[in-house]
């Protein structure tokens, strides 16, 4: 990989439109040395709104761009955020592969989680930024949750040099229901809510066990046991709503609204750790419930983001359209209602992208890169494959190179 000068400011590209670019957008108010230089989605509609919403928040001149190519060879970037569908997300890699060996300035690419649908497509991921001679950030934004990093830091400071490792981590992401049709859809998403929100659980859990310092593979993977359910969206009145909302029949081809796994690894001494990760589709309750757990010898730290400080009521005579302006997903316009007042920073996005912002700027390969991204596909490939066979499956396993999760067939 060749060597980058430093930059005063890192001039981003957004690739998307969605609402995770806009999630992005808002946390990048909270770091420094970055500019949005240009903005590109198929959309153009769309691509005009998350531009003048970038330009709004005072965070660059976002020039809007019809074409990928268009955005890399413009001398107006630096490095691009892959923030699109899971489906387009190989083929996005390609073209930013092609046009950075024609010369396009580039030097770096983040992508949003998953990396892909498949380990295959997530070791193409891989070897195309590699060969592009690219910085390259996956964006696992959990790892960087303020809760998580103090949590853990005081954990493996204070707790274990006294007692030991931890040897448990729990991880739960849950909410209603994903808000764009393609999450629901197998073969463009690469599964339902394992592949969607377990990519956060394991590669958190994981984290969370792995010493300050040490690269992930410091813990080496041994087997992998799974549960898949359809637990509500398959039920008629729900397929139903689906169909009226989003426009697909899930009654003929659904996913797992429902997911729970069990890893197990073994770290260099040779000590066993696990990690129990759950996710849900079916959760209903205030909004987005995310829950961290992490235990060892003589201490634990628990975090759940519904657990909130701030808190308002509202009683039943009030009424209001819905929205989300306390809480991600929320599902409830009255009652007492927990507010995440930053989501932002609470779920991680600020910190992971002042961190990418920081290490491409320098020229620096970041805490958490493709590489990651490829072990948290061969995790959840192996789930995959424990739910669809009903037994554990044993790392290394040859056939997760080119499995496809049942759903995503």
Known sequence: MQKFAELPVLRVGLVGSGFIAAFHLQSMLGVRNVSIGGVYSRSAERRKRIAEKARNLGLGPAHVFDSIEAMAT????????????????????????????????????????????????????????????????????????????????????RAVPGSGRPYLARAAEEHSGPHEPWFWQGDKQGGGVLSDMMCHSVEVARFMLTAPGASRDSLRLVSASATTANLKWTRRRYAADLKTRMGIDFAKRPVEDFARGILTLEDMDGHQVLIEATTSWAYVGAGLRIQLELLGPEYSMEFSSLSTGLKVFLARTLSGSEGEDLIEKQNAEQGLMPVVEDETGIYGYTDENRHMVEAFRRGLSPAETFDDGVGVMEMLMALYRSAELGRTVHFPDQELEHYVPQVAR
């Open 74 to 157: 413009s001398g107006e970037v630096d490095a691009l955020w892959i923030l699109t569908p899971n489906d387009t997300r190989l083929d996005i890699m390609r073209e930013i592969h092609g046009v950075t060996k024609s010369g396009a300035p580039l030097r770096a690419v983040a992508c949003e989680k998953p990396l892909a649908r498949t380990l295959a497509e997530a070791r193409e991921m891989r070897s195309l930024v590699e060969d592009a001679g690219l910085l390259h950030g996956y964006l696992e934004n959990q790892l960087f949750s303020t809760a998580v990093t103090r949590g853990k830091d005081i954990i493996w400071r």
